[in-house]
């Protein structure tokens, strides 16, 4: 994982420098941590190599939180680039990275490229991506298969490429000032905006094209290029003849399932030790008890996995936070599982981590300037959650994995949001009503075709928009841990498997007969199938009511998730 920072003025020169720093140490608990991140602004503001940019300089120590272990500063006439590397596969490689007299590249995230050794590294392989398409980079962006965010500069023809995966997985924002065409790329947003320096978020599946000459950008979008890979498509089918055998696509998501999986674990060859290799943010629910379930299966032990749970203490609901709802679902699953591989060497190992109104109130606004754009009432509850989950600052212990496993994705690929059901909801209850034999008081005529139709159009418009709404938003609060956040149900050939192969009828279940909705009923049928049935009928709980991390401030209980939060 890297932060990424990069600024260009044709204006001036920033002469040629690079100034770069291993770094280390441990942080033995939340205060340590709270005084390290403090302590940033004052030991990083000092400009690396007596840059002008006040914006560069403020964006510095947020890069820096990013990559805990190297981090370089490097410049050139018209430009200066800023790394953070967090080193997850040895050995160790240098951001920015620089092999030759054309291209400049850094990278942030993860590639899953079948032809990548287990023990290579991203970077060689993007830059032998380069050589063999001949400097093509589109070609050679298209043909990357992870979640990453990157800036390539070629000096030849006086170009700089940014951009995103397909769906936006990692943060990346940027800004070009009008009149001066000065561009600064950048992993995090600054604290403050105004109208001269204003940072947009990218675009998922577009390719960002800066024109060092014209001080000009253009934009290629995937589906305007044979190079860049398609676009996911929901596919409509629901009960057709055609349609496979729940056993077999009970089967084929569990293979499917397994891989996207295997490669996010497989992969984690950190420089530093910790007792786990990676960790699951963990509320006990369906999707994320899947994921740990799955690894069980994966890894050879001794291993241990880290189960990261979060709870708050509100003061408004007055819950204390051992008896969130999450935390009492999270310690039955976690007793489960144990029972469940008992006989293996995989070991669970829950760590709960309690928030005190103190700390909510401390770190808040840090959370705020952290997820800008983003700027809900409903923003900020999801993201203290994750934030503090990453932490691993456990009230028993401390997690200091460095990779976490998320289960975002399993709702918009299976249906799993109330909004999905409600689409069915008028339909279900003429059904039920006339089974009571109670009047209908619903006249309407429902038409399944466009009731599925409609669905189809909801799971579509949530894959599209998974970027802006979720992704971007969460991979800023956990990478200022300098921590790295994976999603299996996200990998792209699992994501293919379920939009093309899996029926509706198979993620949102409708019985005609009965009227009964089932959220996420396949995942709910492989549940059954690797014997967690315990898990199988829990329902969907957003993990800001879960962890009790909503409507935290008192007065705050009339306050909608829409609401503006500065």
Known sequence: MCGILLHFNSEQTFGRAHKESLNSGSLENLGDLENSISELPSSSKTSLSGSISPIFNVLVPEILARGSDYSQYYCQPHLELFSSVLSLRQPLTKQPFIKDDRFIIQFNGELYNDEIPLHSNDLEFIYKRLQDYNGDIIKTIGS?????????????????????????????AYSLIEGTGELFISSCFPEEDNQTTFFKEC?????????????????????DSADLPDKLAVNNRWLTDDDPSEEFLVSELHKELT????????TIFPVHNSKSKFAILFSGGIDCTLLAALCAEILEGPVTIDLLNVSFDNPRTKTDPSQTPDRRLARKSWSHLEERYR??????????????YESYLKHKQKVVNLIRPNDTAMDLSIAIAFYFAASG???????????LLSGLGADELFAGYTRHERIFTGISNQVRRQLKQKPVKDATVYKMNELVNKLRQELQYDLSNLYIRNLSRDDKVI???????????????????????????SKLHYDDQT???????????????MGLDWVAEEPKRAIQFGARSAKMEEGAGKMKGTDKIY
């Not at 891989?259 to 497989?266: D, F, G, T």
């Not at 600052?393 to 990779?403: A, F, L, P, T």
């Not at 009227?515 to 199938?529: C, D, M, P, S, T």
Request: aromatic share 12%; proline share 2%; with cysteine.
């Open 259 to 266: 891989e996207a999986v295997r490669r996010r674990v497989e």
């Open 393 to 403: 600052m456990g009230k028993d212990s401390i997690s200091e994995c460095k990779v």
């Open 479 to 505: 990478s200022c841990w300098s921590k790295e956040i994976r999603y299996p149900y996200l990998d792209y050939d699992f994501m293919r498997f379920v939009t093309s192969k899996v029926p509706l009828s």
């Open 515 to 529: 009227g009964e909705i089932v959220r996420k009923y396949l995942l709910r049928l492989l549940a059954r199938k």
């Open 144 to 172: 990357l298969h992870g979640g990453f965010a990157y800036s390539i500069i070629d000096l030849t023809n006086s170009k700089v490429y940014f951009g995103k995966d397909i769906l936006g997985k990692k943060s990346l």
């Open 343 to 356: 006989n293996s060497q995989i070991k669970f190992h829950l760590v709960e981590i309690d928030v005190p």
């Open 203 to 223: 675009l998922n599946a577009v390719v960002y094209v800066f024109d060092m000459n014209k001080r000009s950008i253009g934009m290629l979008r995937y589906e």
